[in-house]
């Protein structure tokens, strides 16, 4: 027989220690995940995303380069380097919790598998396509008059 289950006091001595363990742990783990980031730059590196541990964007970085893009293709780089961080948040937190959880697989399963279901892994990024043919704003079908030898 167990003698702290004789003895009701022994047996709330250690439901109130284990209950103080786990608000311990509890506590760690906040701080642990909310020190969590993840910093991603696009393939060619004129931008950077930082997203915290919900996945929010915490830092936008363009570089020269980035602002002279076309709009689609920063656009394009920015969604991917956000997404793509963000698909790392799992990894990261789960590297961030092993030591607070250790051994205890259901609370680590529990809390990856939100992770990876909010953030799953980005479909590889193509390139917007170029506009083929005449711009909107060519009126002459791309004809160049200022270099026609017709003369006015």
Request: proline share 8%.
């Amino acid at each position: 027989m167990n003698p702290a289950a004789a003895d009701p006091d022994a047996m709330m001595r250690q439901w109130n220690e284990q209950i103080q363990a786990k608000l311990k742990q509890a506590d760690e783990m906040k701080q642990v995940a909310n020190a969590v980031s993840v910093t991603q730059r696009s393939s060619d590196g004129s931008v950077s995303v930082t997203v915290d541990q919900n996945g929010i964007v915490s830092a936008l970085d363009l570089t020269d380069a980035a602002l002279r893009k076309q709009p689609a293709q920063l656009s394009a780089d920015i969604l991917g380097a956000m997404r793509t961080a963000q698909a790392q948040i799992a990894a990261k937190m789960q590297e961030a919790m092993a030591p607070i959880i250790g051994g205890d697989s259901a609370t680590m399963d529990a809390l990856m598998g939100g992770y990876h279901e909010r953030f799953p892994e980005p479909p590889p990024v193509e390139p917007p396509a170029r506009p083929t043919g005449p711009s909107d704003d060519d009126d002459f079908g791309g004809h160049n008059f200022a270099r026609d030898n017709k003369g006015w």
